[in-house]
């Protein structure tokens, strides 16, 4: 993984609703608040009954997945000061 590819794979992930009003947003409070967002998205994913499981989903996981590896790859690399 490299900056560039991780920070790509989480561009689309929303966050600025956890903020609710409070102008924070370092790059650190920003990365929290999306793996905080992807982890709800991962809760609810895997939540589904086989039922519900389709090729849709099943897509949606795997961008899951790296975008979760994505935030935790950056994550690790702030607190390494890179």
């Not at 490299?2 to 009003?21: E, R």
């Not at 409070?22 to 967002?37: D, F, G, N």
């Amino acid at each position: 993984m490299d900056k560039t590819t991780a920070n790509s794979l989480l561009l689309p992930v929303p966050y600025i609703h956890l903020f609710q009003g409070t102008m924070q947003l370092s790059p650190k409070s920003i990365l929290r608040a999306k793996l905080q967002v992807l982890e709800e998205e991962y809760d609810a994913l895997e939540a589904l009954s086989d039922a519900e499981w389709d090729g849709e989903k099943q897509k949606e996981w795997e961008i899951l997945l790296l975008r979760i590896e994505a935030a935790e790859w950056l994550e690790d690399e702030m607190s390494r000061g890179n």
